[in-house]
């Protein structure tokens, strides 16, 4: 079983010895681009090109080292990106290079090269040459060769028979008969007749896409039609053109086109501005319309109007006709119509022809007032009326006319307002004077806000300002606290310093100077002011926290007898040396220690470790439970590269992977130990979902 590599092998450019290539009997299936292997039918080497090239045979015969051009060709070079062309300027150019072909009879169709300048090279058919369209007399005729006749005469006839003037004369049975003046572009056939030369031209095809026809030679092609303008007038050449429509060349703008039936301009002139192709129509309601080129927009009149086309580009809308136009008095009559429109009005009485009007108010029974009634508009509580001209009624507020509220009043519900110094008016609340209000009824909530600018108190149910307080108790020999105390610093002193005033010890020590404080106070201590301003240590009280006897449970005074062992000194509790300060035990050794009845170590020293498994509870247990964590295993894959997470706390750790399918083969992948908890696999593919088992084993601490 071969050693599964699953990420590339970096040599670092050192050589590979004595490998040998995979032996294989037949194509594998390929890996990659690039795989390679040893044929073992074949005997070669093969290697894949990729799905369009496949397997590449090396055959050992070796490859192209040079390139050297033969007779006739030049290379540019003879290694490497090489250019093989015509030789054109030597002396074993192209030409001179090719075989002579002198005595060898070459069919018409076939191609020969020729150079008709230095340098240049050609190639045509053997009867597109210009010999085989030369025209003329033939003058003579020369040769040996007997000359047979396919209509069956015999013997053979000797050039002598037909020699004469022109080269040809009358013979005897199957002589060659003397040509005509028509048959000088002709040629003489083994029969002993004359044949027109072949041109060579056997006819072309000629097709518009749907109906082809052909032309043999000899046949004329006419060109027709019915839009084109077509000239033969020069000879081999065919000139066909659009003929004129008789419009003028040039920019139209928005042009108005005629075209014919080919599709031909034929008129053409300026249009209208614009090139508007549509437009939509919406209104206040309805649904929006579009009109395009050549349609008609109607603009109608609706209810009460009417629409008139009154000139070009121009519609007038004009509202419709109702009642008769004039001026009308006192109209008695106004008619409309549904739409609210005017349509007849109906002229009244000049005014003061009242005869009756209701008068009403918000209660009490309507009245009716009719010619000659006077109308009173009378006042109430809080309103006076007075008449104050001609058809004028004033109606005032007097609120000085109400009565005094019988209830508290509700600042949340009740209006301030009422009769001020014998006038109407609006009091702001924030300008009544607190004085004026009744006395409350029920606790007075300050909302959190403090009452401000006071005057001292006097009564004994009066409110005391915090001046007050701080100047009447300070130094009034009642405790008032004032915080915390470093007694590494100088005790609180000055005439700010009342008698009272308590501070708790933050921090013990024997004030500034040294030892002022004698025994020196300790954090949770009390100092409380005797008198004002304070200067000594004999100033203050000085108050301990533990002031009781200490218990198992309570911290207090404690007593520390010294027949068991113990020494006291000026407070200071030790013990006595029983043993040489030092250590004992090793990582090869136990320790043996002796204890006197008091729980002391006597003795101290090493001893040697002999402890059976059967003496440790649970040993092997325990072992393997520390044992397990120095180890990790975890399966991983779907991807090219995995995180571990191993958590053993160290980069010293030893990882194999191996294939999590039989048989379960050790395979080598790229493993990065990227901290101390984790390790990172890699592999040149990507893996199958848990195809590999990842083992991490911590090596030393």
């Known amino acids: 079983m071969a ?5 590339a092998i970096d040599l670092t450019g050192l050589e590979m010895n004595n490998v040998l290539a995979q032996n294989l009997a037949s194509n594998p299936t390929p890996l990659g681009e690039g795989q390679y292997y040893y044929d073992t039918t074949l005997k070669v080497f093969k290697y894949y090109a990729g799905a369009t090239k496949g397997w590449i045979t090396l055959d050992g015969q070796g490859g192209v080292t040079g390139i050297t051009a033969a007779a006739g060709l030049v290379a540019n070079s003879s290694t490497g990106a090489v250019t093989i062309g015509p030789d054109y300027s ?12 002198t005595g060898t009879v070459v069919p018409l169709e076939a191609h020969v090269i020729y150079s008709d300048a230095k340098g240049i090279v050609n190639y045509a058919q ?13 003058t003579g005729v020369t040769g040996t060769a007997p000359i047979v006749s396919s209509g069956g005469n015999s013997p053979a006839i000797s050039i002598n028979d037909f020699t004469g003037a022109n080269g040809t004369t009358a013979g005897t049975k199957g002589a060659v008969p003397a040509p005509a003046a028509t048959d000088n572009v002709k040629y003489l056939k083994g029969d002993g007749t004359w044949a027109t030369i072949p041109s060579g031209f056997a006819g072309f095809d000629i097709t518009d896409g749907a109906n082809p026809f052909s032309v043999a030679s000899g046949n004329t092609v006419s060109f027709g039609s019915k839009t084109l303008s077509i000239d033969t007038s020069t000879a081999l050449q065919v000139s066909i053109e659009l003929p004129a429509t008789g419009i003028t060349a040039g920019a139209y703008t928005s042009a108005d086109i005629t075209v014919d ?5 034929t008129k053409v002139s300026d249009g209208g501005a614009g090139t508007m192709s549509s437009f939509t129509v919406s209104s206040d309601s309805g649904t929006d319309q579009t009109i395009t080129d050549g349609e008609k927009l109607i603009i109608s009149g609706g209810t009460a109007l009417s629409g008139v086309v009154g000139a070009t580009d121009k519609v007038t809308i004009n509202h419709d006709t109702f009642g008769t136009a004039g001026t009308y008095a006192y109209p008695s009559q106004v008619v409309t119509n549904a739409t609210g429109h005017i349509t007849s009005i109906t002229a009244g009485s000049a005014p003061g022809t009242m005869s009756s009007f209701k008068l009403s108010a918000d209660s009490g029974t309507a009245e009716s007032v009719v010619d000659g009634n006077t109308v009173t508009i009378a006042g109430s509580v809080g309103i006076d009326t007075v008449v104050s001209a001609t058809d004028t009624v004033t109606i005032g507020l007097n609120l000085c006319e109400l009565t005094e509220p019988k209830d508290d009043i509700k600042p949340d519900t009740d209006t301030l307002a009422g009769c001020i110094a014998g006038n109407n008016a609006g009091v702001v609340i924030g300008k009544l004077p607190i004085t004026v209000f009744a006395k409350p009824t029920g606790n007075l909530d300050m909302n959190g806000k403090r009452i401000v600018d006071m005057a001292d108190p006097t009564g004994v149910q009066d409110a005391a300002t915090k001046n007050y307080v701080d100047t009447t108790f300070a130094g009034s020999g009642a405790l008032v606290y004032q915080g915390g105390y470093d007694a590494s610093t100088a005790a609180p002193t000055g005439t700010s310093v009342k008698k009272g005033f308590t501070y708790a010890v933050t921090k013990g020590g024997t004030g500034v100077p040294a030892n002022f404080w004698s025994p020196a106070l300790e954090i949770g201590d009390l100092i409380i002011a005797n008198i004002d301003n304070p200067t000594s240590a004999a100033d203050w009280t000085e108050i301990n926290k533990n002031i009781d006897v200490a218990t198992a449970t309570v911290q207090g005074i404690a007593n520390f007898p010294t027949a068991g062992g113990l020494s006291v000194s000026a407070g200071a509790v030790s013990l006595p040396n029983k043993v040489t300060a030092g250590s004992a035990g090793t990582a090869s050794k136990s320790v043996a220690i002796t204890v006197d009845a008091k729980g002391r170590v006597t003795s101290l020293s090493d001893a040697d470790i002999a402890i059976g498994a059967s003496q440790v509870k649970n040993f092997c247990a325990e072992v393997e439970a520390c044992q397990t964590k120095r180890e990790y295993v975890e399966t991983v894959g779907g991807s090219d590269t995995f995180t571990v997470n191993h958590n053993l706390n160290s980069q010293n750790v030893m990882v194999q992977v191996y294939s999590n399918v039989s048989p379960f ?9 990227t901290d101390k908890n984790n390790v990172t696999v890699r592999t040149a593919k990507a893996q199958a979902a848990a195809a590999l088992v990842v083992m991490v084993q911590k090596i030393g601490s």
């Open 90 to 101: 030597t002396a074993k150019n192209i030409i001179l290079s090719a075989t002579n072909l």
């Open 665 to 673: 083969d050790t395979v080598h992948v790229t493993v990065e130990r």
């Open 261 to 265: 039936d080919q599709g031909r301009i």
């Open 126 to 138: 053997v009867k597109d040459l210009p010999f085989t369209a030369n025209t003329g007399t033939v």
């Open 3 to 7: 050693i599964k590599f699953l990420d």
